[in-house]
């Protein structure tokens, strides 16, 4: 491949062997996160560096939400999970080693595990998400077993150390510990080594930086700059999540989780030097699905377990994936006829707008990109800047609860202030279905909400909503 597609590139200058990489990855592509699901092992227990904002009781942060743990496996369980999970959720395009340690610190269990998949599952894509310390170390056997995608965590490019300092305590390496400056220094020259080397065999490597306001917020410029440079694919800003509670040094030390806002302006100072990647849902080390569902509780150790290869194997029926991928493909196809070319990753206000003004609009969906999902249900909103001429996808935002928890989960709280509080700067709610309450909630905070397209593809429905509203007979006409 050209190892020259970088970010800046629009889908249609990419080379045709990148596209085939990326177009059922539900990461790489923001396009295929509706429509393909990934699964997470969790083989990978241990970790050869600490970070400031990670509690090792819990998943690695640096593709996890903390505060969340994963039942660990050996490769053979992982490989019986995916072979089980791929027979039910036949979405299921990708598997990724993303912790709850590093995958690279425990090389056994990771290689052994991408081995055993070749052979069961050779139609899943392998993902790898590594601090990046030992890639190097394990070039030979990443391109060996055919890991397209690696994801480096890649938090400042700082060559003093001074910066990583604050993140990184230490550094494990050879038997050593390196404490500081030394050790950030340690680590950062064999992330820039690793990454030179995963791209030099054609590899896709996309860089998480977790933003951590007051220590790097001004540093991510540089790090886009850098990886700009490299040639890596693409570039995801992750806030840190952080709370006395999860016990990380940051949290203990009062660090605050990043805001909505925050994340908004890195991604404003960064998205000029690389392709940003927005949807990221900081899914947990064992998470199974879509990147908005998790289905992790669905699948039990003993439900595949105590089952043989053979039994997996017929049960994850790859002529029947190959066909529901097919049909996949097919209605991606409509969905784009249906939606134009509207979306428009690096536009500006002013390439959005006639009149320079866009406005914010939140949309629920269970996936197959449309607005196919009650505001009740909702337990995210994806966030598009619109305005009259054209439309940019910026974030997903979370809320802890739905609005109806449905009466098994009505525990007497009233998770509309939350709700509320995330969409608090947004014009517009598009959903498949509004109760008369909630509607009024959200006006009150002058959110207007709209269910005439429910069930319609989401992008033509943000443009066509927003000239509805705020162009033709309202605000700027
Ligand atoms: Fe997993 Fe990561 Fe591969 Fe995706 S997740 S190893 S690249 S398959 Fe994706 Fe999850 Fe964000 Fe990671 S949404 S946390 S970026
Ligand atoms: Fe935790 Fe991941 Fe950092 Fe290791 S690399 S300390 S598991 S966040």
């Given at each position: ?77 992982a ?21 709850p ?59 003093s ?13 050879n ?6 400056v ?14 030179k ?24 410029p ?47 100072k ?129 809320v ?78």
């Open positions: 491949m050209s190892c020259s597609a970088t970010s800046t590139k629009t889908p249609s200058d990419l080379h045709a062997d990148i596209l085939e990489k990326i177009n059922n990855h539900p990461c790489y592509s923001q396009d295929a996160h509706q429509h393909y699901a990934r699964i997470h092992v969790a083989v990978a227990p241990a970790c050869n560096i600490q970070c400031n904002y990670c509690n090792r009781k819990y998943d690695c942060s640096n593709e996890s939400r903390p505060g969340v743990t994963s039942y660990k496996m050996t490769p053979e369980e490989v019986k999970k995916v072979l089980h999970v791929g027979g039910l959720v036949p979405q299921l395009s990708v598997v990724g080693i993303a912790g340690g590093d995958g690279l610190a425990n090389p056994k269990q990771t290689f052994e595990t991408f081995r055993l998949l070749k052979q069961y599952a050779p139609d899943v894509k392998l993902c790898l998400s590594t601090n990046g310390l030992k890639i190097s170390d394990h070039i030979d056997e990443i391109a060996q077993y055919n890991i397209e995608h690696v994801t480096v965590t890649l938090n400042t490019v700082d060559e150390g001074e910066i990583g300092a604050k993140i990184y305590p230490w550094v494990f390496y038997h050593k510990r390196y404490r500081g030394e050790g950030a220094k340690l680590l950062l020259q064999k992330q820039i080594e690793g990454i080397l995963l791209i030099s065999r054609g590899i896709l490597v996309k860089v998480n930086a977790v933003l951590i306001p007051g220590i790097n917020d001004n540093e991510l540089n790090v886009a700059k850098k990886i700009k440079e490299l040639g890596v694919f693409i570039f995801n800003i992750m806030p840190i999540i952080s709370k006395p509670e999860f016990g990380t040094k940051f949290g203990l030390d009062g660090v605050k989780s990043a805001t909505s806002k925050q994340v908004m302006n890195a991604q404003e960064c998205g000029i030097d690389v392709k940003l990647m927005r949807h990221c849902r900081q899914c947990r080390a064992d998470a199974v699905g879509l990147l908005g569902e998790d289905r992790s509780d669905e699948f039990s150790k003993n439900s595949f377990s105590e089952k043989s290869f053979e039994e997996l194997e017929e049960h994850y029926n790859l002529n029947q994936r190959v066909r529901t991928h097919a049909n996949i493909e097919t209605w991606r196809r409509a969905l784009k006829a249906a939606n134009g070319k509207i979306n428009q990753e690096q536009a500006t206000k002013e390439e959005l707008s006639s009149k320079g003004i866009t406005k914010l609009v939140a949309i629920t969906t269970k996936g197959d990109g449309l607005v196919n999902c009650h505001f009740g249900n909702a337990k995210e909103f994806l966030i598009y800047e619109a305005g009259d001429l054209g439309i940019k996808f910026i974030m997903h935002r979370k802890e609860k739905s609005y109806c928890m449905g009466p098994d989960g009505c525990d007497g709280s009233y998770p509309i202030d939350e709700i509320k509080e995330v969409l608090k700067d947004c014009d517009l709610l598009l959903t498949q279905k509004i109760g008369e309450c909630p509607e009024a909630e959200l006006k009150s905070i002058n959110l207007l909400s709209d269910e005439s397209f429910a069930d319609q593809p989401i992008e033509v429905s943000v443009l066509k909503g927003v000239r509805k509203h705020f162009f033709s007979s309202g605000l700027f006409k």
